[in-house]
């Protein structure tokens, strides 16, 4: 199901994934400061779970990567970009970063196909047939090509995330940003949607993914960070944050999660 086009390649088939580098980030609402100075690194080809109980940040700080939030404070940078500086192409910087949603966002009056064609001829400039392509190859690789002219509310859930995935992909990102992909997924759906992510960490895709999936993340995050209150209380490789995690707010949290 993903041996067809891995477009996270360049033209010639080397790999293109970005790393991220986000030093010292503040982030507030008002008064409400929600990241109180993150300092997180991904390098190309890593995957990282983000964690931490409801409130404590993390889509905020994804939505900082892409610059969806202007930071207050401190720097980012995807691939080659300084998301941060005021002079920044941020739609060139954005083309380089896939995001993935909860709550899929997928177009209802087009079918699966149309999703992941609308933004590469409207921003990338393709041509229709190119786009077509394109999208079918990503369709195929989330395992959906025989349902490319479905529309949304003819899909399951899990189907239509992996449409949406399929749609980022669409777009040659070198960074993925998940956040909760299957949290809104009935159960029975929700293997389906992470064995897509799992092949795509094993083509070697930059991935931040913020997720309750524990046994996802100990299967496949290099790494855990572990967030509660703006701050990143506890990071390192997957099986120890989970198995032996050593703060105190950490272990509390795992406990209602695992
Ligand atoms: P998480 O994803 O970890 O649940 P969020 O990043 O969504 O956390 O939210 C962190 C905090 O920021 C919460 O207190 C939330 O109410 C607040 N917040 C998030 N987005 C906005 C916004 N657009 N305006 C005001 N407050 C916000
Ligand atoms: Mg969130």
Redesign the pocket.
């Known amino acids: 199901m993903n041996d067809v086009v891995t477009n996270s390649r360049n033209h010639t088939g080397s790999l293109n994934a970005a790393g991220v580098s986000i030093q010292n980030l503040r982030?507030s609402?008002?008064t409400?400061e929600?990241?109180k100075g993150i300092s997180l690194n991904v390098s190309p080809g890593e995957v990282v779970c983000l964690i931490?109980?409801?409130?404590?940040?993390?889509?905020?700080?994804?939505?900082c990567v892409n610059l969806l939030?202007q930071p207050n404070e401190g720097t980012i940078h995807v691939g080659g970009f300084d998301a941060t500086d005021p002079d920044v192409d941020i739609d060139r910087m954005r083309r380089k970063v896939g995001m993935v949603f909860q709550q899929f966002n997928l177009f209802p009056h087009l079918s699966a196909l149309r999703n992941c064609t609308v933004a590469q001829t409207k921003v990338l400039k393709r041509s229709q047939s190119e786009a077509d392509k394109v999208a079918h190859a990503n369709l195929e690789r989330v395992g959906l090509g025989h349902l490319a002219d479905r529309y949304p509310d003819q899909l399951s859930g899990g189907q239509q995330q992996r449409v949406a995935i399929a749609r980022a992909l669409s777009m040659d990102p070198e960074l993925m940003l998940f956040?909760?992909p299957t949290s809104a997924l009935d159960p029975e759906t929700v293997g389906d949607v992470l064995s897509v992510m799992r092949n795509l960490a094993k083509e070697g895709m930059t991935m931040l993914v913020?997720t309750h999936e524990m046994g996802f993340a100990r299967e496949v995050a290099d790494r855990v960070v572990f967030?509660d209150g703006?701050v990143v209380v506890e990071e390192g490789v997957a099986e120890q944050v989970i198995s032996a995690p050593t703060q105190g707010r950490t272990k509390e949290f795992l406990k209602r999660v695992l």
């Open positions: 982030k609402y008002g409400n929600v990241l931490g109980p409801s409130g404590s940040g993390k889509s905020t700080l994804l939505r939030e956040d909760e913020v967030m703006g």
